[in-house]
């Protein structure tokens, strides 16, 4: 099972910037199946530039109508079923997404839902497939409906918060979780209304005790502190394992171990190209050279990280402590100061623009309420695809 983050940026700035990408991340090899998750702008261009066929996934949620979340989704899902000629796969996701809510959404059109089967998430609420179940988790959000996860296997439970204020209950939705993937969107004691910030993320982790914590969606303010002394402070006052993701991480996780993961560094610098698929195995892939000389003298950045501490029992202190600060494997140190370098610069420039939750953005929206225009439009074609196709979803359902 991998976990690779094609985007790790969040919040309305980072995003029109793309001061980090914000493709949402990739859950492969979960039971046999492959989802991507919260597919903001760029994700089926990372997709490629990464390695990862969007044709191979088999579901993809989205946890809000905010469009760093869902603005690649419907491009995507036309992937996964060969341009909508295909019934497959699942489309999971808040109720704004597919229906709207208020001013939110909806995200995705019903000709997009018209090929794989759809699922409507909200805060405990459980659906069950053949080798696995997903429950939606609770938030509290820009968008009300908005919706986090826990998918559990027998043998590994993962959990993503979504965007979401803490809340006193929030770790009784993610307990359990093995893997705890959080949107931490400002560094420090820095609240923000519906996002949470490090000192948010401490006590959510202390309070799940997860084996592996990991933070993304990072926000201007977070990117101008250092992301990976963060995880640090997290790793330092919970004692549990924490990773400040950045683009191109790749978490390799055995089921049955997850204490000794592994995180690569894709090179960012490749093309974005679908050749990318056909380039043989993860390692050759990895070390595939950017055209780009100069930016390219970093080349060992694709030079994986092993865990070399396989005694987690006994010695979790120090085990976490090395993934935490990858500070004993200088690739993926350089991989990080080069994002740091690029933050830092841009993140003079944009002092004021520091409010990274979406009231404004709520504000406006309900002044231009007319100008919000439905995608329901493309409801006639859907009728068409469903003449013509029938379902054949491989999910076989418990209850
Ligand atoms: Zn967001
Ligand atoms: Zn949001």
Redesign the pocket.
């Known amino acids: 099972m991998k976990i690779t983050f094609l985007g790790t940026g969040?919040?309305r700035f980072t995003t029109i910037s793309q001061k980090r990408m914000t493709g949402g991340f990739r859950i492969d090899s979960f039971n046999g199946k492959n989802f991507h998750i919260d597919p903001g702008p760029g994700a089926l261009v990372r997709s490629y530039q990464f390695g990862l066929n969007p044709a191979s996934l088999d579901g993809i949620f989205v946890s809000h109508s905010?469009t760093?979340?869902y603005n690649d989704a419907e491009v995507l899902i036309e992937a996964m079923t060969r341009g909508m000629t295909k019934t497959k796969g699942i489309v999971m996701g808040s109720q704004s997404v597919f229906n709207g809510y208020k001013q939110w959404g909806p995200a995705i059109s019903k000709y997009h839902t018209g090929q794989s089967e759809k699922l409507v998430l909200g805060p405990n609420k459980t659906k069950n497939f053949e080798n696995f179940t997903i429950k939606g988790t609770k938030t509290v959000h820009g968008d009300p409906t908005a919706v986090g996860f826990q998918l559990k296997s027998n043998d590994l439970v993962i959990s993503y918060t979504s965007?979401t204020k803490y809340f006193e209950n929030l770790y009784k939705y993610h307990k359990g979780s093995d893997i705890l993937i959080a949107?931490v969107i400002r560094p420090g004691n820095q609240t923000i209304k519906g996002h949470m910030c490090t000192r948010n993320f401490i006590n959510l982790v202390n309070e799940v005790k997860p084996k592996l914590a990991i933070m993304t969606?990072f926000g201007f303010k977070m990117l101008s502190e250092n992301p990976n002394d963060e995880a640090k402070r997290v790793f330092n006052e919970t004692g549990i394992a924490t990773l400040a993701a950045f683009d191109g991480m790749v978490v390799s996780i055995n089921p049955n171990n997850v204490s000794n993961f592994k995180v690569d560094a894709i090179d960012k610098n490749i093309e974005y190209h679908e050749s990318n698929l056909n380039s043989g195995n993860k390692e050759s892939k990895y070390n595939k050279k950017s055209k780009n000389n100069k930016i390219n003298n970093k080349s060992n950045t694709f030079k994986s990280y092993n865990n070399p501490n396989k005694n987690t029992k006994t010695n979790t202190k120090t085990n976490t402590n090395t993934n935490t600060n990858t500070n004993n494997n200088p690739n993926i140190n350089n991989t990080h100061n080069e994002n740091n370098n690029r933050d830092n610069k841009s993140n003079k420039d944009n002092k004021d623009n520091n409010n990274d939750d979406n009231d404004k953005e709520n504000k406006k929206n309900k002044k231009n309420k007319k100008a919000f225009v439905s995608k329901d439009k493309q409801t006639s074609l859907n009728s068409i695809s469903k003449n013509t196709f029938t379902k054949d979803f491989s999910y076989s359902k418990k209850g």
Do not use: K, T, V
């Open positions: 969040g919040g905010h760093d979340h965007d949107s969606h």
